[in-house]
């Protein structure tokens, strides 16, 4: 039971470069989100998918792209990556909504990016 | 906005202790809250979810208590453990969004 599985786990990239992570869920969950955690600063949510199809815009979109592939798979795209965008970044998938609640939230293990 | 505060950053406490962890928030009109926890280099692992029409939950030693009149949430530890060593997080969804609001978290430290 792997849960939620994001690749790569560690990545360096030099500013300007572009890099995709990758997110799999397998407990056929309907919404699935990306944030990304600072310190001083706590979690905020980059982008999020309600379901197969869609996507939309939280609180840091800016300077990233998402898609998502199909029910499974939410990739986060750094077009352009630049030094602001080093951080640790979660990819996260419940089977309901998270404003309705009543369903635990799953996140996954991490991405480390550093942009140098 | 509504905005999600823990008080202290960090707690220390000898092994035994019942302890309480404290989240507040600004905007009462909330639809769940959530409690999880964040171990060092992992991705976090939800504790416990309590609708906005209830007053606690409880899981093992783990007690979370709501009170949206005060804008207060506390975490209730019982008889802590040195594995119960992590950072512990709340989070609210943002009215009416899919957004969850974090706090900054609380570091527990609990020695042998």
């Known amino acids: 039971n792997a849960g939620v599985t994001q690749t790569p786990k560690f990545q360096v990239l030099k500013t300007g470069q572009s890099m995709t992570l990758q997110c799999a869920q397998d407990?056929?969950?309907?919404?699935m989100y990306w944030y990304r955690q600072d310190p001083g600063m706590g979690l905020r949510l980059i982008y999020y998918?309600?379901?197969?199809?869609?996507?939309d815009k939280g609180e840091v979109p800016n300077g990233y792209n998402v898609s998502r592939l199909n029910k499974r798979e939410f990739s986060l795209r750094l077009e352009s990556a630049a030094p602001s965008q080093t951080s640790v970044y979660f990819c996260?998938?419940?089977?309901?909504?998270?404003?309705?609640?009543?369903?635990?939230?799953?996140f996954g293990e991490g991405s480390w990016l550093t942009v140098v | 906005k509504q905005e999600v505060t823990q008080i202290p950053a960090a707690l220390s406490v000898p092994e035994g202790e019942n302890l309480v962890l404290n989240c507040s928030f600004t905007?009462?009109?909330?639809?769940?809250l959530q409690w999880f926890r964040q171990d060092p280099g992992k991705g976090l692992t939800s504790l416990l979810l309590?609708?906005?029409?209830?007053r606690e939950q409880t899981s093992g030693r783990l007690n979370a208590s709501l009170d949206k009149s005060s804008g207060r949430s506390t975490l209730y530890i019982a008889a802590s453990q040195p594995g119960d060593s992590a950072t512990y997080l709340c989070?609210?969804?943002?009215?009416?969004?899919?957004?969850?609001?974090f706090g900054k978290g609380t570091k527990l430290t609990v020695n042998p």
């Open positions: 996260a998938s419940t089977s309901g909504r998270v404003l309705t609640g009543g369903n635990t939230i799953y």
């Open positions: 407990m056929n969950h309907n919404s």
């Open positions: 998918s309600a379901s197969e199809g869609t996507t």
């Open positions: 905007d009462s009109a909330i639809y769940n």
């Open positions: 309590i609708q906005s029409s209830q």
């Open positions: 989070a609210i969804p943002q009215g009416g969004s899919e957004k969850l609001v």
